[in-house]
């Protein structure tokens, strides 16, 4: 199986990061940070593949899609970083392939060649958090970076709905115990 889910993530390679306004105009690799949060919608995985483009938010959407065709236990999850001034975001998957965690990223410059495994989801969400923090050049102070895990959102939330629809899943305990559980 591990040779089929790298198979997937070298297809994704032809979804570009960026994303699609309402009017059907493409930004690639930038985010109109005004014209993003009143204009973004969740695209549905079968337009991801269509348009080849796709933030973070649909691209989890194409790869969930994918693992639960191939019946493989996996959890979304949404990092977010709040600072009170910016609140730089990322959603992911972990999925649980026999005893070994895995990460398969499309967005991240450093991670985006290869799935990644791991003997532990504390091990996986570590190395997820310090790429996050790479990729966003961040200086972490505080306790103000979260996990949570979230369902299956509808296709079309704008940008507002969508956050919120993630911050209402499974907030992360210190441990990931009971993100832990959700791979079972």
């Avoid at 996996?74 to 990460?103: C, Q, R």
């Avoid at 939330?157 to 009971?178: D, S």
């Amino acid at each position: 199986m591990k040779r089929e889910i790298q198979e997937f993530l070298n297809k994704m390679k032809d979804i570009e990061y960026g994303w699609i306004d309402k009017n059907g105009n493409k930004y690639i690799n930038h985010i109109v940070k005004n014209k993003f949060v009143t204009d973004y919608f969740l695209q549905k995985p079968s337009e991801v593949w269509q348009n080849h483009i796709g933030i973070c938010w649909d691209q989890v959407e194409v790869e969930r899609e994918f693992f639960k065709k191939h019946n493989i236990p996996f959890v979304s999850i949404l990092i977010l970083y709040n600072d009170g001034v910016k609140f730089p975001n990322h959603t992911f998957i972990i999925f649980k392939l026999d005893n070994e965690y895995g990460w398969l990223e499309n967005t991240y410059t450093n991670v985006k060649e290869e799935v990644r495994y791991y003997s532990t989801l504390k091990e996986a969400l570590e190395d997820v958090k310090n790429e996050f923090i790479h990729e966003n050049d961040l200086q972490i102070i505080g306790d103000q970076l979260y996990f949570f895990a979230y369902d299956k959102p509808k296709a079309g939330l704008n940008y507002e709905e969508f956050a919120k629809h993630c911050q209402k899943g499974i907030k992360a305990y210190k441990e990931y115990n009971n993100i832990n559980e959700l791979l079972k």
